[in-house]
C-alpha cells in the first residue's frame, strides 16, 4: 500500500456549521479529502438539507481541498445529496455507489437501519447488506482494488465501541459489520451514534467515529503502508 492519502472526517452537524472554517484553518498538513458522515440538517426540522450542503462547500472551497465524499444521515433528504453531486464536481455522493481517488476504493451507504424514531432515511439491515454486496460486486467486476476499500456509512458498526448508546445497548447496523468482515476493509468511516465517539477495531479494519462536528469533534486519517487515525475537537 503505497500512495498515502489524508482525510478529515466529519459527521453530524445538525446546521451547525459553524466549526467548519475553524477546524479547516487550523489544519496545517495537507489534506486529499473530507469524508462526511452525514446528517447536515437539522433534527427533524422541515429545512432543505441542500442549503447545507451548499453552505458547507462554500466554507471548504476556500482552502485546499478538492474533493467532499458524502454519504446522507439519517435526518438528510438523500435526494438533495443527489442533487448536489450534479451540481458540484466537489461533492461526491457515494450513498449505494462506489468512488475511486488516489487508488482508493470508497464505497457508501447513508441513512441508519431502522430506529424507534421514524427519522428521514432508516432502512432494514438486510436490504443494506444487499445494497452494499451490490456496490461491492460492481466494484470487483469492473477490477477495482478490494485492497485498497474504505467503507463509508452513516450508521456505525454493531457491537463496537462506535454504536455504544446512552443506554448501554449496541444500536449499530448487524449488515456494516458483515460487510466489514467479509470485505476487510482498510478503515471502515461513520458517524451517527453521538455518544459513542472513538477509534475501535474489527480484526485489522480500523473503525473511526468522530463525534458530532455540531459540537466541533472531527477526526483526522493518513492511511499509506499503515493507519494513523486521530481524534480531534476545536472549540
Known amino acids: ?31 486529499d479529502a473530507i469524508v462526511f458522515c452525514g446528517d447536515i440538517a437539522p433534527y427533524r426540522q422541515h429545512i432543505s438539507t441542500l442549503q447545507y450542503i451548499t453552505m458547507f462547500l462554500s466554507y471548504v472551497s476556500s482552502f485546499k481541498v478538492t474533493k467532499v465524499i458524502a454519504v446522507p444521515g439519517n435526518v438528510d433528504y438523500l435526494e438533495h445529496y443527489i442533487e448536489a453531486s450534479k451540481k458540484s464536481d466537489m461533492f461526491i455522493n457515494i450513498h449505494e455507489n462506489i ?7 470508497f464505497a457508501g451507504f447513508g441513512g441508519s437501519n ?13 436490504i443494506i447488506e444487499q445494497k452494499l454486496e451490490a456496490s461491492l460486486q460492481r466494484a470487483k467486476n469492473l ?12 450508521t456505525p ?6 454504536d455504544l448508546a446512552y443506554n448501554g445497548q449496541h444500536i449499530g447496523s448487524t449488515a456494516v459489520r458483515k460487510i466489514i468482515e467479509k470485505y476487510k476493509p482498510i478503515v471502515a468511516i461513520s458517524g ?14 480500523v473503525i473511526v467515529n468522530p463525534g458530532p462536528l455540531s459540537r466541533g469533534f ?14 480531534k475537537q476545536v472549540y
Not at 468512488?99 to 476504493?105: A, G, P
Open 114 to 126: 431502522i430506529t424507534p424514531f421514524n427519522t428521514i432515511l432508516e432502512t432494514p439491515d438486510e
Open 99 to 105: 468512488y475511486v481517488y488516489k487508488e482508493y476504493l
Open 192 to 205: 451517527h451514534v453521538h455518544e459513542s465517539r472513538c477509534i475501535d477495531k474489527i480484526e485489522e479494519t
Open 1 to 31: 500500500m503505497s500512495n498515502t492519502i489524508s482525510l478529515i472526517i466529519f459527521s453530524d452537524a445538525h446546521g451547525k456549521l459553524e466549526y467548519v472554517k475553524k477546524i479547516l484553518s487550523s489544519v496545517k498538513e495537507n489534506v
Open 143 to 154: 477490477n477495482k482494488n478490494l485492497n485498497k476499500l474504505i467503507l463509508v456509512t452513516h
Open 218 to 231: 472531527y477526526a483526522m486519517i493518513k492511511i499509506n503502508d499503515n493507519v494513523k487515525a486521530e481524534l
Open 157 to 162: 458498526p454493531y457491537n463496537t465501541k462506535c
